[in-house]
């Protein structure tokens, strides 16, 4: 009887042992498998968030040009303009187009204007060469970015020294336009009074 009892205390252990790899065996197996299914969701959820922000253009690259409303670029043009007074003394009015002709938003544009002859009430801070500025913040652009491809008309409405009166010299500004993640266009241009 002690024989069957060890025979069976071996069998027992046995099984147990076997139970044991086994179940091991199992648990690296499914380990394995789904650590190989997190690494496709992760794959997955890389291509989705990437196909999305193609999609919102949020990895595409804006690129804004500066034109004149004649639809070419601005920079050597001369726009046509009109001085009227406001209450603060006068301002200079003309329209001009900021076109994307990337495919991502713009993001808040923000723009500086220079110039040496029109006397615009700021300074010039950032070493232009130019005597004088002025900027119009983002919250004046309506629409306040351009989207990827677009155009967009705006009417820059500047103020200026009421001394000045005419535009008859067509005098020279320079236009600093920032925008998405630390970018900026210039184009110098020349006004003229609008007849």
Do not use: C
């Not at 009015?93 to 994307?100: A, D, E, L, Q």
């Not at 155009?151 to 336009?177: C, F, H, W």
Request: aromatic share 10%; hydrophobic share 40%.
């Amino acid at each position: 009887m002690e024989t069957r009892i060890e025979d069976l205390k071996w069998g027992i252990g046995l099984f147990a042992g076997v139970l044991s790899l086994l179940v091991a065996g199992l648990s690296i197996m499914v380990g394995l498998n789904l650590s190989s299914e997190k690494s496709s969701l992760d794959t997955l959820k890389n291509e989705l968030r990437t196909e999305v922000r193609e999609y919102l253009g949020k990895s595409s690259k804006p690129n804004l040009v500066l034109m004149g409303v004649d639809g070419r670029e601005l920079q050597g043009e001369t726009v046509d303009a009109w001085l009227a007074p406001n209450e603060k003394g006068a301002q200079i009015h003309f329209s001009w187009v900021i076109k994307n002709v990337g495919k991502g938003r713009s993001g808040k544009i923000f723009a500086r204007f220079y110039s040496s002859n029109v006397l615009f009430p700021d300074p010039d801070v950032e070493g232009t060469g130019y005597k004088f500025s002025t900027f119009i913040e983002p919250s004046k652009f309506q629409p306040s970015e351009v989207f990827g491809g677009a155009s967009v008309l705006y009417t820059a409405n500047l103020g200026v020294d009421e001394s000045m009166q005419s535009l008859d010299s067509k005098p020279e500004i320079l236009v600093r336009l920032f925008y998405g993640d630390g970018q900026s266009v210039d184009a110098k241009f020349r006004v003229r009074q609008k007849k």
